[in-house]
């Protein structure tokens, strides 16, 4: 993260900066609790369950308790972002709504990824999960580099969105790969 601020900072300001974090801190205690409750909740009931035909089962479960409100507080977010931006912060801390839409969105996606990676955390993939993060913050950073001519806050927000788009591909896969091959799950766990 502190790579990303300070590539924002020379292809944008210190100013927008602090506009795309204090967006992104507005949305961190829902990411945050979703991520405690795949962890706390749900990673146990993966692991008890991973490799039974009740695993899919568990999975949409914990999607259906997370993702569903999860999407309702980033909405909520959305919709009063401006309001919280001013309250937290001051008036001067405003974004469009094109940024914030793109940025929501790719916060969710980041929590549907987080579903497929305790997924994989069950499955004891620990190579898939280390070649897996390299899709998400270390990709964002890649992106922002790629695409820095230009560089915009929306840009910023859809290249988020894409890098956590193509995380929650890479775990997706992963999984399924996973579930189709067990035996290498059982060998990389011994």
Not at 1 to 14: E, N, Q
Request: net charge positive; hydrophobic share 60%.
């Amino acid at each position: 993260m502190l790579l990303i601020r300070g590539m924002l900072s020379g292809m944008l300001s210190w100013n927008d900066v602090g506009f795309m974090q204090a967006l992104w801190r507005s949305t961190e205690w829902v990411t945050a609790t979703a991520a405690g409750v795949l962890s706390l909740v749900f990673l146990p009931r993966f692991g008890n369950v991973y490799g039974s035909a009740r695993f899919k089962g568990e999975m949409m479960r914990a999607a259906g308790i997370v993702l569903v409100p999860a999407a309702c507080l980033l909405l909520l977010i959305f919709l009063n972002q401006r309001a919280m931006l001013a309250t937290l912060y001051d008036a001067r801390f405003v974004v469009s709504n094109e940024t914030a839409a793109l940025f929501m969105l790719g916060c969710w996606i980041r929590i549907a990824a987080w579903l497929l990676l305790f997924g994989l955390f069950a499955a004891h993939r620990t190579w898939l999960i280390v070649a897996g993060e390299m899709l998400s913050l270390p990709l964002f950073a890649l992106l922002l580099w790629l695409f820095a001519d230009g560089m915009t806050l929306e840009r910023t927000a859809l290249l988020y969105l894409a890098s956590y788009l193509v995380y929650l591909g890479f775990n997706a896969a992963a999984l399924l790969y996973s579930s189709r091959n067990p035996t290498i799950v059982r060998r990389e766990a011994g």
